[in-house]
């Protein structure tokens, strides 16, 4: 194998014709020159240099790594740079997914208190639910996955994320979402059976699941007329009057709840968000600096 640092003393050698003048332009010693360009052409399989008198010249193996060497160490060096300025977050992307709720309040402040700090890191943002999002992940089609799970489902998920590194960021509380007309609008507090008989607008696939579960711990299967991923959607449905739906509140707070009013349902219902990534992708600068972030805007 050709090491760089053997290429550089080649170069010195070739410019200044002999190993003593190289040695004074590099700073190190004769020997050190000469131990350096015994290994260097014992790596090429070949003669790279032969003494002319006093001076040192380059065979013709010598002569074409010389050449060579001029871009390998340019390249080398813009890589270097590259990577120093990504170590320093100077430089360097991270791919973000996330749920829309998350979308909409946590990383708008995240990304611009990176943009602020780390001008030179790009980041790029889709958005999907989980598990897609944490397959995505795994599949290296992203960097950093905002997700999330149920409380009630934890136990039988826990295991989900043993491979990644798990980043808290805060517990997302359901609440009820009824017409300004309802019932139960100007209620503090709402059981789920109290809406057992109600039309039910129902979110993503996995809250759609879980509104099945919950509905089912509390003794009734929901109808559910209208099923859509688009929170402004659901928010909208409830306002015309159509029906009822629980929510996780990021959702409710990203959404103008016009029409509809807000009650806290029992027994309570939460969601633990967090952010997710892989244990090598952590150690790399930009990723941990977005994470930190993300937690910094989750207290907020």
Known sequence: MI?????????????????????????????????????LEQSA????????????????????????????????????????????LRAGRVRLVSF????????PTALAAMRAEHPGTRISLVEAEPPRSVEMLREGDCDVALAFRYASAA???????????????????????????????GAEQVRMADLAEEPWIAGCPRCRRH??????????????????????????????????????????????????????VEPAVEREVVALTLPDLARVPAVAATLAQLERAATR
């Open 3 to 39: 090491e760089a640092r053997h290429l550089r003393v080649l170069r010195a050698v070739a410019a200044s014709g002999s190993f003593s003048a190289a040695a004074r332009e590099l700073g190190c010693t004769q020997p050190a020159v000469s131990q350096q360009m015994k290994a």
């Open 211 to 264: 509104l099945v579960d919950i509905c089912e711990s509390a003794g009734f299967t929901p109808s559910i007329d209208f099923a859509t991923d688009d929170y402004p959607a659901v928010v909208g449905l409830v306002g015309a009057g159509l029906g009822v739906a629980v929510l996780p509140e990021l959702a409710v707070e990203s959404v103008r709840a016009k029409g509809a009013r807000t009650v806290a």
């Open 45 to 88: 399989g070949t003669p790279l240099l032969v003494r002319a008198g006093r001076e040192m010249r380059l065979t013709q193996a010598g002569d074409a790594l010389v050449r060579h060497a001029a871009g390998i160490l340019a390249g080398l060096t813009a890589a270097e740079e590259e990577v120093a300025a990504i170590a320093g």
């Open 155 to 185: 136990t039988a998920d826990a295991g989900e994320w043993d491979d990644l590194v798990v980043r808290p960021l805060l517990t997302d509380r359901l609440v009820g979402l009824v017409p300004e007309g309802h019932r139960l609008a």
């Open 100 to 107: 829309p709720s998350g979308s909409s309040t946590l990383v």
